[in-house]
Nanobody, 125 residues
Framework: QVQLVESGGGLVQAGGSLRLFCAASERTFSTMAWFRQAPGKEREFVAAIKWLGGTTYYADSVKGRFTISRDRTKNTLYLQMNTLKPEDTAVYYC????????????????????WGQGTQVTVSS
């Protein structure tokens, strides 16, 4: 069974940085992504990366501040978050899928079959 385990969340002041990690139990995915869910809001797309080619995709709200990357030798996904804002406060989820994503489903929850348990990120003002 595929397992995704996130870590690296925590409490940070506005303007600070955090790095999230997602350890995967296998390397057969085509795409991995980060989503987040703030209290009272729907889960939303943050960033995605093509596992083999490394092409990256970002939500406008994090572009220029967050960087998604992966280490294929360690089956690990990363999210480097800089210049954090209070509105970045959320539970961050790692997701993985095996689709082609030619239909734009990369940006949607339904595009991913596998999810981690989430890690809390809190940004204080």
């Amino acid at each position: 069974q595929v397992q995704l385990v996130e870590s690296g969340g925590g409490l940070v002041q506005a303007g600070g940085s955090l790095r999230l990690f997602c350890a995967a139990s296998e390397r057969t995915f085509s795409t991995m992504a980060w989503f987040r869910q703030a209290p009272g809001k729907e889960r939303e797309f943050v960033a995605a990366i093509k596992w083999l080619g490394g092409t990256t995709y970002y939500a406008d709200s994090v572009k220029g501040r967050f960087t998604i990357s992966r280490d294929r030798t360690k089956n690990t996904l990363y999210l480097q978050m800089n210049t954090l804002k209070p509105e970045d406060t959320a539970v961050y989820y790692c997701a993985a899928g095996k689709g082609s994503y030619s239909d734009g489903s990369m940006y949607t929850l339904s595009g991913y079959n596998y999810w981690g348990q989430g890690t809390q990120v809190t940004v204080s003002s």
